[in-house]
């Protein structure tokens, strides 16, 4: 069945954008938008989504707000916030609120649809990562498919030969890195490395099938 996406930006432009980004996937279809705020929860209860793309910042109901009255009142639609803004405190609100992911309106329209499938899979993609502060109850709460990418990382492969070894896109394997990143507290591939081996995170070694995506 096709993921079913609702959009909602005040800026019909970027609506416009949205839609043909996605027209060409068959996996996608998008089953309403909103303008404002306030059409967002009519829209959701008229179309029934799977996932909202919402902006940020929407005329007459905020973005925030709107976002809370989701999680609210139809739980079980994912949202992912669409914005112009990179500032880690809106990216912090977002993801602390119940956002299943925060995407840059300068995303390459060719991996947005891959953003979207991502958080219809609950793997949070933030961009830029967040700062250099390890909460210490998500030092191990890494998936199996982010322990996959990051034993791989730990032996020295780019993101190139991770795709190939995995069978799934370089892009999917940036979104999983972006994961590790924010979950470790760390900005970077060789960051996280050092931070799982001075931790015991992970066995580089461990067999791939024990790990498969």
């Not at 910042?57 to 994912?78: A, E, Q, S, T, W």
């Not at 112009?84 to 649809?113: F, H, M, Q, W």
């Not at 700062?131 to 780019?158: H, W």
């Amino acid at each position: 069945m096709a993921l079913r996406i609702a959009l909602a930006d005040d800026h019909r432009l970027t609506l416009d954008g949205v839609r043909r980004a996605l027209a060409e996937e068959p996996d996608i279809e998008v089953v309403g938008e909103a303008y404002s705020g306030q059409d967002v929860l009519p829209l959701i209860r008229e179309t029934e989504p799977d996932v909202v793309l919402l902006d940020v910042h929407m005329p007459k109901v905020d973005g925030f707000v709107c976002l809370d009255l989701i999680r609210k009142n139809h739980p079980n639609v994912k949202v992912v916030m669409f914005s112009a803004s990179t500032t880690a405190e809106d990216i912090e609100t977002a993801l602390r609120r119940g956002a299943s992911a925060y995407i840059l309106k300068t995303v390459n329209p060719l991996d947005l649809a891959a953003a979207i499938r991502q958080s219809a899979d609950e793997t949070v993609y933030s961009a830029p990562p967040r700062p250099d502060v390890v909460r210490a109850e998500e030092q191990s709460d890494l998936t199996d498919r982010e322990r996959t990418v990051l034993a791989a990382v730990m032996r020295g492969l780019p993101n190139k030969a991770i795709s190939k070894e995995l069978w799934v896109t370089e892009q999917t394997v940036k979104f999983h890195l972006s994961n590790i990143y924010r979950k470790l507290g760390v900005p970077n591939r060789t960051a996280a490395v050092r931070f799982a081996q001075e931790h015991s995170l992970i066995d580089a070694s461990e067999p791939q099938e024990a790990l498969a995506v």
